[in-house]
């Protein structure tokens, strides 16, 4: 092939989350340093400030939470492994039977095109000036940004858009020669529909038959500031389209409720929680419960703990003897797959 050959590059945006224990706290002062993630009270001016008093004192629960799931994130070892089997897809060799490279090692495509796939953690590393910079040493001129946050807010693909916008207005960023366009948002997107309702039902399937009749379908999706909803973010709106997705595929005749998670800050949060959907539902004598977590594509902290862990045990304190979840999608192929034909699409248009 030859050496002039363009190679795109792909990149990822995702939250990012803390590699072990000692990294909690500066990965918690990035996340409340973030006014695109929540406004704390006093303005932009304190909430550096305030970001690492409130560090400073969820650090130790926090660090708790994390040691329970292994001690640290994986976040970025399963971005990783999607990174990898994404470019393997669209540099072809997933079609062609060929084993998956690691991401960045880049390769032929069919037509003569190559694509390389970068990952730019929001709130951790590798950070996006990182990505730009391995980037800018790649050769990489054309880069397609591809967001791991199916449903658009400011909060997250917005913050991570900003950060990028930001950087490359930076002087020696400024005449970097990067050609930027990207996917922001795929919450009914046919394909990502598929992988999240083959998850969903395998897990579905998962429980005895004779609670398969009874069994409340609970959906979960990261929540958000009321304050933004408020003006005029259109998360929820995305989320609901998500959810009648997953229903309209799944065709079962399940009851199906949604609620909130991750709320936390002085802060009104959008709701019901997802906790208190749990505890609703044991007072109504629910025995069975599948939660199908939303706005997540990979296990981290609000699956592995959150779920598997706190709102297990809110759970059974209910009287709930049947809760189960899916496995998140992860590097699941009908994703990975959405995921390339998304950057091509976007591609050709």
């Known amino acids: 092939m030859a050496l002039s050959t363009p ?3 792909i990149l990822l945006f995702n939250l990012g989350g803390p590699d072990d224990l000692a990294s909690v706290e500066p990965f918690l002062v990035n996340l409340f340093s973030d006014r695109d993630i ?3 009270p006093l303005g932009a001016i304190t909430q550096p400030v305030l970001a690492r008093l409130i560090a400073k004192l969820r650090g130790p629960s926090v660090r708790a939470n994390y040691a329970l799931i292994g001690g640290g994130s994986p976040q970025l070892r ?7 089997a994404l470019e393997a897809r669209l540099n072809g060799l997933a079609r062609s039977g060929t084993a998956p490279r690691r991401a960045g090692e880049g390769g032929p495509a069919p037509g003569g095109q190559r694509f390389k796939v970068f990952i730019a953690m929001r709130y ?3 950070s996006t000036e ?3 910079t391995e980037m800018a040493e790649s050769g990489v001129s054309r880069v397609v940004t591809l967001t791991l946050f ?4 400011k909060a997250t693909t917005g913050s991570s858009q900003k950060e990028l916008d930001r950087i490359l207005a930076l002087p020696g960023w400024r005449e970097s020669g990067f050609t930027v366009t990207g996917v922001d948002r795929y919450a009914d997107d046919p394909l990502y529909l598929d992988a999240m309702t083959d998850t969903a039902r395998r897990a579905y399937e998962s429980f005895p038959p004779q609670a398969r009749e009874s069994l409340v379908i609970l959906f979960s999706a990261h929540g958000l500031p009321q304050k933004s909803i ?3 973010d259109p998360y929820v709106e995305q989320i609901e389209a998500t959810r009648r997705g997953i229903i309209e595929r799944l065709r079962v005749p399940n009851r199906h409720i949604l609620g909130y998670q991750s709320r936390t800050g002085p802060v009104k949060w959008i709701g019901p929680g997802t906790d208190e959907r749990i505890e609703e539902l044991g007072r109504e004598g629910v025995k069975d419960v599948l939660v199908v977590p939303l706005s997540f594509v990979g296990d981290h902290i609000e699956t592995l703990h959150e779920i598997d862990i706190l709102f297990a045990e809110t759970a059974r304190k209910a009287g709930i003897t049947g809760f189960r979840r899916p496995e998140a999608l992860n590097t699941h192929p009908l994703f990975i797959e959405a995921l390339a034909r998304l950057v091509e699409r976007h591609l050709e248009a």
């Open 130 to 132: 990182q990505a730009l």
């Open 7 to 9: 190679l795109t590059g």
């Open 150 to 153: 199916p449903h658009w807010t």
């Open 230 to 232: 408020d003006g005029g």
């Open 38 to 40: 929540i406004e704390l």
């Open 78 to 84: 399963i971005t990783r492994e999607q990174a990898a």
């Open 124 to 126: 951790w590393n590798p």
